[in-house]
């Protein structure tokens, strides 16, 4: 069991609470994989808030668990937001597109590792 506050967390339930994080981080990386040169800055810089938000939620359940995993997933989506910050007003992300692809795309690996390591079920 690991302590949490006041409250005792087993770690089967920190581990399906991680999985579940990791869910919706996949939800959201989804959204950004689905961004293509013809969406705008705007479609871009609510599927990375929703990737950030999801993200925060993932680093405290994988905090109960491990941290190992969570450096690659947090360098992709450092990168995923660094390509999308760079464009602004209701522009298409043409010019950073292949950017926001490859760092999606690392990101999926990096959720896959995790997703594997937890032994999570596939949602």
Same mark, same amino acid.
Do not use: F, P, W, Y
């Given at each position: 069991?690991?302590?949490?506050?006041?409250?005792?967390?087993?770690?089967? !339930? /920190?581990?399906?609470?991680?999985?579940?994080?990791?869910? @919706?981080?996949?939800?959201?990386?989804?959204?950004?994989? @689905?961004?293509?040169?013809?969406?705008?800055?705007?479609?871009?810089? /609510?599927? +990375?808030?929703?990737? /950030?938000?999801? &993200?925060?939620?993932?680093?405290?359940?994988?905090?109960?668990?491990?941290?190992?995993?969570?450096?690659? &997933?947090?360098?992709?989506?450092?990168? &995923?937001?660094?390509?999308?910050?760079?464009?602004?007003?209701?522009?298409?992300?043409?010019?950073?597109?292949?950017?926001? +692809?490859?760092?999606?795309? @690392?990101? !999926?690996?990096?959720?896959?590792?995790?997703?594997?390591?937890?032994?999570?079920?596939?949602?």
């Amino acid at each position: 069991r690991l302590e949490h506050g006041l409250l005792r967390v087993t770690v089967s !339930d /920190a581990e399906a609470a991680a999985c579940e994080s990791l869910a @919706a981080v996949e939800t959201a990386a989804d959204e950004v994989a @689905a961004l293509n040169a013809s969406s705008t800055v705007d479609d871009a810089k /609510a599927a +990375q808030a929703s990737l /950030a938000s999801a &993200i925060d939620d993932l680093k405290m359940s994988a905090a109960e668990v491990a941290d190992a995993d969570t450096a690659a &997933i947090e360098a992709a989506v450092d990168d &995923i937001s660094a390509a999308i910050t760079g464009a602004s007003g209701s522009d298409t992300i043409a010019a950073a597109v292949d950017e926001v +692809q490859a760092s999606s795309a @690392a990101l !999926d690996t990096a959720v896959t590792e995790m997703r594997n390591g937890l032994e999570c079920t596939t949602s």
